[in-house]
Structures are given as structure tokens and as C-alpha cells.
């Protein structure tokens, strides 16, 4: 029987701590604002924002929706970036993926600047997560790490498996754990003895994007299972990339879904928007 690792509740501490550190800044008369950009009418984007635009409010901040249409150019967007790159009271900008297929999505991420890129998408900050000396942790691995931590289990010397290779989380996921001195291993479709591997790990994060593609004989009895997938079924319902129901039984601690990372990669949102605005005012 496996402990639950609350999402949820992890993610109310977490923001808690950003609020009261809010308000403090808004006693020294700073405000923070995040600048949140959705182009076109993807549901899901639009249930994301509305999160993440809530989120801001819970926490004190400001935040600054631009919805633009479905049509719209990269110039135009490219413009947008500009204008908020400029505006001293948007403190972090984010531009809610996917986009369209007619705007290149690395043009965009490219154009933000480092210092409001709350997402640590773009190549600078890229770079910093690789050297290990970072502003900005992106959000879903940043998530991750806080949920693994919460468990009181020590990365260090693990053997930790990152099923999923993508630049917003296998790979940056698998540099936080290698950080953490854990002995790191990050499988994906070619991957030869796949089970075997995984198998192995004492902490296993699963980000595969297929529902219950983690199964019961895949997983070391009281590993640390971190599921971070976000399959939407036929029947609306979410379904995480683990056999919850099978492997909970094996794993000591496991993430559910909904109410595990997803929480947590919101959260993580407004802690770098917090740290965005502490930077560009000298705090930081
Ligand atoms: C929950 C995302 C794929 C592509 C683009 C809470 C979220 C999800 C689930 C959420 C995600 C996934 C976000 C739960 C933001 C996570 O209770 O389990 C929150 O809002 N997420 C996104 O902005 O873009 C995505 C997944």
C-alpha cells in the first residue's frame, strides 16, 4: 500500500509561501503581475489559463490576459511579446502552448526575455537549468522535485527513471534529479528492456503521454512513482500515464491524477513569477 503524495496540498503550502511573500512586497510598494497569452480557442488552453489566472488572484498578483485569435501571425504575437517585454508592471509573461501551426512556437519562446520567461523555455534559461545555476525552474519538473521532496526520501544516489524525453519535461526532469546527485536514466519509444529499467528505480517519474502506460510489473516495491501525465479520456475524465490502480499496491509513495503534478505545475508558476519579480526589483 502506497502513501498518497498530495498535489493538492503541497501546492497550497506552496502557494501559500508566495502570497505572504506577495504581500510583503506589496507593503514596500511592489506589485507583481504575470502577463498570460492564449492565442485561438484550444479547450484545454483556455482550462489552464483560467487556472493559471486564478491562481494569480489567490496569491496577489496581477494578471494580464491577452486572448487572440486563431489567426493570428507570428509577427503579431511576435509584437505582443515585444510590448510586454517592455511593460515594467507584467513581471513574467507567459504564452500558453500549443500555438497554431501557421506561428513557430521557438520564434516566440526565443523572443521573450530571459528575465519574464516564468516558463524557463527559452534557450538562456535552458542553458542555466543545464549548468545548475538557475533562476527559473520549469514548472512541471520544479513541480515534480517539490512532490518527491515532500516524501522525505533522498535523491541522492538513487537510481531515478525518467520515462518520456520532451524539452518542458523528461529532459529537464532529468537534469533536477541529476543535480541531486541521483543516478539518472531517462528511457522513451526505442528504448531495449524498458521494464527492466524501470524495474530498477527507486524513484521512477513517468511523462509518456499515454495512460496507463506504467503497469504494476514495471515498478520496484516502494519506489517513488511520479506520474505526470495528462491523458483526457472519452469519458472527460483525466487518466494519468500509471496503472493507478495496479501499481499503487507496489509503490511506497505514488502521485495521483488528477491532484498530483498538475496542481504543483501551477504552483510552481507563481513561485517564478514571484522570483521574476524580486529580480527585476533588486530583491533577488
Ligand atoms: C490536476 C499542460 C499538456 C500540454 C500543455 C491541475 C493542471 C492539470 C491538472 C494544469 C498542463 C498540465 C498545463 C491538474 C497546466 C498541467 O488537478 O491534476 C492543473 O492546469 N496544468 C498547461 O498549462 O499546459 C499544458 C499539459
Known sequence: MAQLISGKEVSAQVKERVRAQAEELKAKGIEIGLAVVIVGDNPASRVYVNSKKK?????????????????????ELLDLVQVLNND???NGILVQLPLPKQINEEAIINAISAEKDVDAFHPMNVGKIMIGSYAFLPCTPAGAMELIDSTGVDVSGKNCVVIGRSNIVGKPMAMLLLHRSGTV???????QNLKEICRNADILVAAVGRANF?????????AVVIDVGINRMEDGKLCGDVDFAAVEP???Y???????????????LMQN???AA???NGLG
Open 55 to 75: 491562481a494569480c488572484e489567490a496569491v496577489g498578483f496581477n494578471s494580464y490576459e491577452y486572448a487572440l485569435p486563431e489567426e493570428t501571425t507570428e509577427q
Open 88 to 90: 515594467p508592471k507584467v
Open 185 to 191: 536514466t531517462i528511457c522513451h519509444s526505442r528504448t
Open 214 to 222: 506504467v503497469t504494476a510489473d514495471m515498478v520496484k516495491p516502494g
Open 250 to 252: 507496489i509503490a511506497g
Open 254 to 268: 505514488i502521485t495521483p491524477v488528477p491532484g498530483g503534478v498538475g496542481p504543483m505545475t501551477i504552483a510552481m
Open 273 to 275: 513569477t514571484l522570483t
Open 278 to 280: 524580486k529580480q527585476q
